[in-house]
């Protein structure tokens, strides 16, 4: 169930759409393994969208991982009150659909409804959030906000998992809360981090139905091929299938590379 599919579109990524006469005929496939990848090379627009995600995972990933942790760590510090109501409450967006959360802060973004944009009017700002240099962080800020609950759950699980005499033994050595979680939480849930940065990865990789969902009401400043899946997405509905296995068989490389990578940096602490 899961290979089937992949094999099918690097298959399916060895063939080019070709049109004969004066192309008033359909479109027939022909065996060129190499066309379609190096279209996809020379395509400005999906190569943008690979700079986009990129600047989008290297910027957005660290900064939800982070607020997940200090979440967690808040959640699970001993003297934490109402600890199952802040877990839950925190966990929320995480249920709300992807697409449902998109719609929601469409309207918070949209100029004539955004909330936000109304509460600054008395100073006389405004946010331009479909800006085409804002429009990339208003949707981080989506996808930030649905998706750090579920890794402070992920977080809090392990930090639940650190024997509790170790940190009796730090409080009795005189460590304090601050020095504890720097010096044994943080490094008892390395692993946890690393699984979570990599599911992150591979998220910010497939980015997909914020910006499609937001498209309509940006303005313009989300293209049809905004990030790799999108503008894969535009060559299925051309019609051309080939050319969008091409590009989501590179996408899925590169991830596969980065993943490796990570994994590989993230494990030298390991062996050392």
Wanted: proline content about 6%.
């Amino acid at each position: 169930m899961y290979i089937a599919p992949i094999a099918y579109a690097a298959f399916s990524s060895l063939f080019t759409l070709r049109r004969s006469g004066l192309g008033l005929t359909a479109p027939v496939e022909v065996f060129a393994p190499l066309d379609n990848y190096a279209r996809a090379f020379q395509d400005a627009d999906f190569i943008a969208a690979l700079g986009r995600v990129t600047l989008f995972g290297v910027v957005q990933v660290p900064l939800m991982l982070g607020l997940a942790l200090v979440l967690a760590l808040l959640i699970d510090s001993k003297s934490a009150r109402g600890r199952g109501f802040f877990r839950t409450s925190s966990f929320v967006p995480y249920a709300i659909p992807g697409v449902s959360a998109a719609l929601v802060w469409s309207f918070m973004y949209s100029a004539q409804s955004s909330p936000v944009n109304r509460l600054l009017e008395p100073v006389g700002v405004t946010i331009p959030f479909f800006d085409e240099d804002v429009v990339l962080w208003s949707v981080a800020n989506i996808v930030t906000w649905s998706w750090a609950g579920y890794n402070m759950i992920i977080i809090y699980a392990a930090l639940q998992a650190i024997p509790q005499e170790v940190l009796e033994a730090a409080r009795m050595d005189g460590a304090s809360a601050l020095r504890i979680a720097w010096n044994v939480k943080i490094p008892a849930v390395r692993g946890a981090l690393v699984l979570t940065a990599v599911f992150s990865i591979i998220g910010s990789a497939q980015l997909f139905n914020e910006p499609t969902v937001l498209q309509p009401v940006s303005g313009g400043a989300i293209s049809s091929a905004f990030t790799p899946l999108m503008s894969a997405q535009s060559a299925v509905a051309a019609g051309n299938y080939p050319y969008a296995a091409a590009q989501s068989v590179l996408l899925a490389v590169a991830v596969g590379a980065v993943s490796f990578v990570f994994f590989k940096l993230t494990s030298r602490g390991d062996h050392a």
